[in-house]
């Protein structure tokens, strides 16, 4: 995995990218953008073909590193403009720029997409609503609630957008997945493609990481896995 730091003068980042060993680096791959990338580290055994069982396809992915003191800030769309909005523009603008201009990535929206979890899953959320000419599918976990709802779907783009929303039942995850539930209705109701899962488990990385390879598998059912 490799580590490079991107963004606008008064925001730079650390992104760390992320490349299966078993694929050629010229070889064009689908690309997943990641909130809390300093996080990606504990989720590679889900994408490593090292991993047992292997069931996620190769993917290339890159992780935008989260601020430690204003996360609610950047993802949480109504609680501060200005720092959700410079946060969006670095994602979708330098973060992307600097993933095309370094990787082989495959053309086509439906390859792109985005993921997060807790607060960084209602950020996925809403930028994939937002902007869905960027992203084919919108992969979120256990979301946290926004003061300002993203749900609407005012294009054909929008329309076209999957998302796979998936919660944990038990401790605190349970309002979660109250909120992510009514979210997965709301997306149905409005047309979108939207597989919803609940599964025994609580707010935690170790449930995010077991889901993500099967939330890869049905994103992505057209790419072969890595021998």
């Not at 993917?59 to 430690?68: N, R, W, Y």
């Not at 670095?90 to 370094?102: A, H, P, Y």
């Not at 979120?140 to 783009?157: G, T």
Request: one cysteine or more; aromatic letters at 10%; charged letters at 20%.
């Amino acid at each position: 995995m490799g580590v490079a730091t991107c963004g606008l003068s008064s925001q730079p980042r650390r992104i760390f990218a992320f490349w299966p060993s078993a694929i050629a680096i010229e070889s064009p791959l689908p690309v997943l953008y990641c909130t809390d990338g300093q996080a990606l580290q504990h989720i590679l055994d889900t994408v490593s073909p090292s991993a047992e069982p292997w069931t996620a396809p190769p993917v290339a992915i890159i992780g935008v590193e989260s601020s430690g003191d204003a996360r609610g800030e950047e993802y949480l769309l109504g609680v501060d403009k200005s720092r959700y909005q410079a946060h969006e523009s670095l994602f979708i603008g330098d973060v992307r720029q600097w993933t095309e201009s370094r990787l082989s990535i495959r053309t086509g929206r439906q390859h792109w997409g985005i993921f997060g979890f807790s607060n960084g899953g209602a950020f996925a959320l809403a930028t994939g609503l937002r902007h869905p000419e960027l992203f084919g599918f919108v992969i979120a976990f256990s979301m946290a609630r926004c003061p300002k709802s993203p749900v609407r779907v005012d294009s054909q783009a929008g329309r076209e957008l999957r998302f796979y929303l998936a919660a944990g039942n038990l401790g605190a995850e349970r309002m979660f997945r109250k909120h992510t539930a009514k979210i997965a209705r709301e997306l149905k109701r409005q047309g979108n493609e939207c597989r919803h899962v609940e599964r025994a488990g609580g707010h935690s990385l170790e449930w995010w990481q077991r889901e993500l390879s099967t939330a890869l598998s049905w994103a992505l059912p057209s790419t072969s896995p890595c021998p």
